[in-house]
């Protein structure tokens, strides 16, 4: 098998495409760089010259309000200029395939793509190609399908790093819809390559993916047991779009089993943080008073994002 599109031979980052086979080395100096970051938006000004003359396509094939508004803020605040594709409304409905566009893009010079993508690959595609073609454009995945999500989860290691200090210590649960969530899979990789000693799913046996105990997983499907002196709940969104038939009773009965209450947050650690990819559906998987709540980093997340994106495309624009 050749080496993975996304490291250079020498194994720095050329994409960042997945966690998964990512070294706890990249991800932990991926996490320092971003905390360079973070009081950037506290200047007056908030901007630094890293990627001053350098573009950036946003290419999302798919709607997120949050993630692209958030790459767009840390490729200004870097200094780059930032294009927005609504590709929804152009070329590839006009059956251009998707690498004829990557070409078209990568010839008015291109450095970068963020890309967000319904199926599962397509970032990878678009990497092996600008690497066989022989382009240095990065490529960054910005969600593809239900396989990664890289930056959010490097940034929901960010924030618990940030809060917990010490990964070592932990035990972190991931409760809800497992089966559709990119964003779990990218947290499990991560969290136990930085060596948290007990990760746990928590759902209903219908919305758990086969084989997570190979991932290194404890499986719960009785939320109380699963939250049990746990340090930090990832809530995740029950993801209605992508379900295909009934996987699930109704929103209340799931509130009921699996939402987030005060009461079951009690089941945790008193100081443990509770988080959120968003956007949430309160009521769903998590009761309004545990998201605004005292115990809730789900805020925190958001600006932690930018920094943490800051910090994946200056390192892969070399610096």
Do not use: C
């Amino acid at each position: 098998m050749s080496r993975h599109p996304q490291l250079h031979e020498d194994g720095a980052l050329r994409h960042l495409l997945t966690l998964e086979g990512l070294p706890a080395s990249l991800m932990t100096r991926i996490l320092d760089t971003a905390t360079s970051f973070v009081s950037v938006a506290d200047r007056e000004v908030k901007k630094v010259p890293l990627l001053r003359g350098k573009s950036v396509f946003n290419l999302f094939f798919e709607n997120s309000t949050r993630t692209r508004t958030t790459f767009e803020i840390a490729a200004k605040r870097l200094s780059a200029d930032v294009v927005n594709l609504n590709i929804n409304a152009s070329s590839t409905s006009k059956g251009e395939s998707l690498l004829d566009t990557i070409d078209n893009l990568a010839a008015m010079q291109a450095d970068m793509f963020v890309v967000r993508h319904a199926q599962s690959g397509a970032p990878y595609q678009i990497a092996e190609h600008l690497n066989k073609t022989g382009s240095n454009a990065r490529v960054i995945n910005a969600g593809d399908g239900q396989h990664a999500h890289p930056t959010q989860g490097l940034l929901d290691m960010y924030t618990i790093r940030h809060y917990k200090k010490d990964f070592t210590q932990l035990r972190v649960a991931i409760v809800g819809d497992l089966l559709h969530s990119r964003v779990a899979r990218s947290d499990i990789h991560a969290l136990t390559t930085l060596g948290v000693p007990e990760v746990r799913a928590i759902g209903p046996q219908t919305l758990l993916p086969a084989g997570l105990e190979h991932l290194g997983v404890q499986v719960y499907t009785d939320m109380r047991a699963g939250l049990k002196d746990v340090d930090v709940v990832i809530m995740l969104r029950l993801q209605n779009e992508r379900m295909q038939g009934a996987l699930l009773p109704s929103a209340q009965e799931y509130f009921h089993a699996f939402g987030l209450t005060p009461e079951k947050l009690r089941l945790a650690k008193p100081d443990a943080i509770v988080m959120h990819p968003g956007p949430m559906n309160r009521g769903v998987e998590i009761d309004s008073a545990v998201a605004d709540g005292p115990q809730s980093v789900i805020l925190s997340q958001v600006t932690f994002g930018i920094a943490v994106r800051m910090a994946v495309m200056s390192i892969l624009a070399g610096h």
